[in-house]
């Protein structure tokens, strides 16, 4: 039977430093219950450390300030204990590449079977199996009964994600975190991963956090998309909107730096001149002013508010050049 999520997610102001370094510097997102929301930016924008941080996977070294909210419980003020509950039976997150987020030491029915018995405490173990087949089956995975005792190296990289899948869906978890769960594998690969996502995101009725460097990756799987620059939040929008009326310069800027449809063949793309700021690095004002063709004195000063660029409140863009106010000088 369909369970449709009624948690939502919402970061408020969330930054992560590592001694003198602050990789994520200003980082909002809500996740509306059942939604599916892409994460997209650049590798170094801090998509991955937010991730870690609702997870709470971040080293213990980590400073975190701001708040992750979780049903309006801040998971940065509970204890151990509560998050641990809440790993893998609420939220639960799928990592990059499989190889490494699979134990090698054991089989895939073993690992499937412990979550089973500790998140969803299921003491019977044909019971376990039983459900854990199902999983395998439901993820994609043919023979599910042989891969049962396969080892995580006798898979092949699309299946072993396939396998990462159903451990996650086995706690029932009401949000699935996804972080770049296709960038290892082929392009023919990749599109039934990203399928596979959307069928269970619709039939389990969990909301989806998509966490992409590719625009059209994000925008074929989620409703929404926010984007990240140097550890901040410069823009969210519908899927269609971003993709065809981008407000943010550099939003604009990834769209350009894609291969067109109708390019000739060794057509020299378009890039972003500059570089990503140091995390180390101390921005006064718009973090994306020294490499932004339309800057002005005040993009260098002062940072730019989240204008609201719909009627729904919760698409903006953080760019002086859509303030309303017109106050551009």
Not at 32 to 49: C, H, I, R, T, Y
Not at 191 to 215: A, N, P, R, W, Y
Not at 258 to 281: F, H, K, Y
Request: with cysteine.
């Amino acid at each position: 039977m369909r369970r449709v999520s009624s948690s939502k997610l919402e970061i408020r102001n969330l930054a992560i430093r590592f001694g003198r370094g602050t990789p994520v510097r200003n980082a909002e997102i809500l996740i509306e219950p059942g939604q599916s929301l892409g994460v997209v930016g650049e590798s170094g924008s801090g998509k991955s450390l937010t991730s870690l941080a609702i997870m709470g996977l971040l080293p213990e070294h980590a400073e975190v300030t701001g708040e992750i909210l979780w049903n309006g419980q801040d998971l940065l003020k509970v204890s151990a204990n509560v998050r641990r509950e809440l790993r893998g039976r609420e939220i639960a997150m799928i990592f990059q590449d499989p190889m490494s987020s699979l134990n090698p030491s054991f089989t895939v029915g073993f690992q499937i079977d412990e979550v089973l018995k500790l998140r969803l405490g299921m003491r019977e173990a044909s019971a376990r199996r039983e459900r854990g087949l199902q999983l395998l089956a439901e993820v994609g995975i043919p023979a599910p009964h042989e891969r049962w005792s396969a080892y995580p190296h006798q898979l092949s990289g699309g299946m072993s994600q396939r396998v990462s899948i159903a451990m996650a869906l086995a706690g029932e978890p009401e949000l699935l975190i996804a972080d770049e769960p296709t960038t290892a594998l082929d392009v023919t690969v990749q599109m039934q991963i990203l399928e596979l996502l959307s069928s269970l995101k619709k039939s389990h009725g969990m909301s989806l956090m998509f966490v992409t460097h590719d625009l059209a990756v994000a925008s074929r799987v989620c409703d929404d998309i926010v984007v990240f620059y140097a550890g901040r939040t410069v823009e969210r929008a519908s899927a269609s909107q971003l993709l065809s009326r981008p407000r943010h310069p550099y939003t604009k800027a990834l769209l350009r730096a894609r291969p067109q449809p109708g390019d000739p063949a060794r057509t020299r793309l378009n890039v972003i001149e500059g570089i990503v700021p140091r995390a180390s690095e101390d921005i006064q004002g718009c973090v994306f002013a020294s490499r932004c063709e339309s800057v002005f004195d005040r993009c260098r000063s002062e940072i730019p508010s989240r204008f609201v660029t719909s009627n729904a409140p919760n698409q903006f863009a953080s760019c002086f050049l859509i303030d309303p106010t017109g106050e551009k000088k």
